[in-house]
């Protein structure tokens, strides 16, 4: 078997595809001539987004701080004015439909601003396992057309390694307000997802006469 001819190739698949989670960013800022106000009115804020985001707990898959800040705002001459606190929270959206209804009650909230959605394609997605078996047949097909090529037939396998599979990237809009929420209605961007392998596979001896010709 070590002796036999080898082919190897590489095979690749892309699919497109809805996404099926979203994530949001909300950003709550305030501002207070007191520090200790500035940080006291942050909290309230921030458990005003918190009771909203459990009101909508069965379609939210996680929900993540990702920074808090608090710090003076100069005025003029250099003088500090107020001072500004602000918190950034991460929201993972499960089911994307929900995505339009959690930013526009997000985006109603005082103080609060909302970036998203950034579409996405969960782990756990059927594509994934699609593109790897469409980049297995490509991969053979591609074999087999070599080597019929040299009047080989395949023989056996070597090695299938994964050269990895990806998902594409996302659009996302942004959208902020203070006053009342519009009414948006969101086109989810399709998700690319790519599958490359690389497989080692034998063939029979070549047709001696492929290369007299």
């Known amino acids: 078997m070590t002796d036999s001819p080898r082919v190897v190739v590489r095979g690749e698949a892309v699919v497109e595809v809805a996404p099926d989670t979203a994530d949001l960013v909300v950003t709550v800022q305030v501002r207070d001539p007191r520090r200790e106000r500035a940080v006291a009115l942050l909290a309230e804020r921030q458990q005003v987004v918190l009771r909203l985001l459990e009101e ?3 379609v939210i898959g996680s929900v993540s701080t990702d920074a808090v800040a608090v710090f003076p705002e100069p005025g003029d001459g250099g003088r500090i004015s107020r001072s500004i606190a602000t918190t ?3 929201v993972r959206v499960d089911e994307a439909p929900a995505a339009a209804e959690l930013v526009v009650a997000v985006a109603a ?9 950034h579409w996405r394609l969960s782990r756990t997605h059927p594509a994934h396992g699609q593109v790897r078996t469409a980049a297995v047949t490509d991969a053979i097909s591609r074999a087999r057309a070599y080597a019929e090529a040299l009047g080989c037939r395949l023989t056996g396998l ?3 390694r994964d050269v990895g599979t990806d998902g594409g990237g996302f659009r996302a809009a ?6 009342a929420a519009p ?3 969101l ?4 998700q690319e997802v790519r599958g490359q392998i690389e497989v080692t596979v034998t063939m029979s001896e070549p047709d001696e006469e492929v290369f007299q010709r």
């Open 56 to 58: 909508h707990r069965g």
């Open 174 to 179: 942004a959208f902020s307000s203070t006053g």
């Open 158 to 160: 070597v090695e299938v």
């Open 88 to 90: 950034t929270t991460r």
């Open 109 to 117: 909230l005082p103080d609060t601003a909302v970036h998203g959605p």
């Open 187 to 190: 086109q989810p961007a399709p």
């Open 183 to 185: 009414q948006l209605e």
